[in-house]
């Protein structure tokens, strides 16, 4: 397993869920320069691991890392396994955050071309994503990442967020992806390098849901 494909929509507190993984799995860190730390309007960088925001590669058009991720089928693995690696220098597993997984059939496309992944989904009701996200981010630049590109504005947001929670979900159903409740101390237990030791949960993720396979 090189990589672990993780996405989910706009303010389902998916970072958080990365954060998690990052703490509790041996997950390549060589991403997390200082260029990629954001913390939300609500943290602070005195939050540490628990604290809310962006740290690290994010991927897709205006994330900084895989711009030009927006058809993979476009692309060869060979050539999206080379754009990571020019990324990270590490040899522990990559966590690839992607909104755009979500769009032009790209999840399926990983499936049927990186075999001995694991692909992660973190589900979050489409409504409470995006008001989650116009809380604690915007369209500025100063915000990393930078949705300007990807997402354009708040209206235009929205009907992504309805698109790629429904493909989300097609998805899991038509590849049998069992849903588990986030904040549940087992949820991460059949990941590779899980410390149940290091484990650690938030009351705000009782309405979020994930479910992950390893590609075969």
Not at 5 to 29: E, H, K, M, N, Y
Not at 30 to 40: A, M, N, Q, S
Not at 123 to 150: I, N
Request: aromatic share 16%; proline share 5%.
């Amino acid at each position: 397993m090189k990589n672990i494909w993780f996405t989910g929509v706009p303010g389902s507190r998916w970072s958080g869920i990365a954060r998690l993984l990052t703490t509790t799995c041996q997950i390549d860190q060589t991403d997390e320069t200082p260029d990629r730390i954001f913390y939300h309007k609500q943290a602070s960088a005195k939050a540490g691991p628990q604290g809310g925001g962006h740290i690290g590669a994010y991927w897709g058009p205006g994330m900084g890392c895989g711009e030009h991720w927006i058809d993979l089928s476009r692309l060869t693995p060979q050539q999206i396994q080379a754009d990571i690696d020019a990324v990270f220098t590490g040899t522990d597993v990559r966590l690839i955050k992607n909104h755009f997984l979500l769009r032009n059939q790209n999840l399926d496309y990983i499936n049927n071309n990186f075999s001995g992944d694991y692909i992660f989904l973190v589900y979050r009701e489409p409504q409470k994503s995006f008001a989650w996200w116009c809380e604690v981010m915007d369209f500025t630049e100063e915000h990393y990442p930078d949705y300007r590109l990807g997402y354009k504005d708040y209206n235009t947001m929205y009907e992504y967020i309805q698109r790629e929670s429904a493909y989300m979900l097609d998805f899991a159903i038509r590849n049998d992806l069992p849903w588990m409740q986030a904040n549940k101390p087992g949820a991460l237990s059949v990941l590779p390098t899980y410390n149940a030791d290091k484990y650690y949960s938030h009351e705000k993720w009782n309405d979020t849901y994930i479910t992950y396979q390893r590609i075969t």
